[in-house]
């Protein structure tokens, strides 16, 4: 059984940095894809970015590869997503997802089998 823990959500102004946290349970870390995905209300669930933990490939939604970066510590089994220039339409909660495989794209909800409880990120002047 995988556990996440998000944290590090909040209110920030638009142009404003936040990074949130994923804290993953032992050993999930050495051979799973851990992901960033995102919901607005009304809205479908959405991949934002993925960091495959055996060897570090990453992958980003074409809308924040140039102000997102997603990395991992593994003495802290934490995978954090540090996000820059924060715009209102990046607003929704934020979830960490975790899988041993995926079968078709990183950024399909589907592909998870393991979830956390989500982090509110709300981006408001």
């Known amino acids: 059984q995988v556990q996440l823990v998000e944290s590090g959500g909040g209110l920030v102004q638009p142009g404003g940095s936040l990074r949130l946290s994923c804290v993953v349970s032992?050993?999930?870390?050495?051979?799973?894809?851990i992901a960033w995905f995102r919901q607005a209300p009304g809205r479908e669930r959405e991949g934002v970015s993925c960091i495959a933990s055996s060897h570090g490939s990453t992958y980003y939604k074409d809308s924040v590869k140039d102000r997102f970066t997603i990395s991992m510590d593994r003495a802290k089994n934490t995978v954090y997503l540090q996000m820059n220039s924060l715009k209102p339409e990046d607003t929704a909660v934020y979830y960490c997802a975790a899988d041993r495989y995926i079968w078709s794209s990183w950024s399909e909800p589907d592909e998870y089998a393991y979830w956390g409880q989500g982090t509110q990120v709300t981006v408001s002047s």
């Open positions: 032992e050993f999930a870390l050495e051979y799973h894809f």
